[in-house]
């Protein structure tokens, strides 16, 4: 298992590899201030063929349209290299905001981490 974490000057995450799969876990608010940096972040981990990512949603507080897109982006991404990306959320507020921008059906999401990496 690897473990990365940054500080100042972009999102604040963690990433690390359980199971063959790259998990990032964001922290706070997801915003235009941040969007470029994250984008640049998960491009370098969806870089190579069959990028699988768990993108763990949990601990932010707040997503705007920059960080929407920054999540279409990565799907995007994702599935040109024919991998798989996984949202990991429990918050109402963000499955409302899915569904208000059609997005519902582009994100496999999950409401926990355990199940999603068969750990129970």
Excluded at 39 to 45: H, M, N, P, V
Excluded at 46 to 55: A, F, I, K, N, Q
Excluded at 63 to 81: K, M, Q, S, W
Aim: glycine share 12%.
């Amino acid at each position: 298992m690897t473990d990365n974490r940054t500080g100042s000057g972009g999102p604040s995450h963690t990433a690390r590899v359980v199971g063959g799969a790259t998990v990032v876990t964001l922290h706070g608010e997801i915003d235009l201030l941040v969007a470029s940096l994250l984008a640049a972040r998960l491009d370098a981990l969806t870089d190579g063929p069959c990028p699988d990512l768990v993108l763990d949603l949990r601990r932010v507080e707040f997503i705007d349209c920059a960080g929407l897109g920054v999540l279409c982006r990565t799907r995007n991404r994702v599935h040109d290299r024919a991998g798989r990306l996984r949202l990991v959320t429990d918050s109402p507020a963000f499955r409302r905001l899915l569904r208000a921008t059609g997005l519902t059906d582009v994100f496999e999401v999950h409401p926990r981490m355990p199940a999603l990496l068969g750990g129970g």
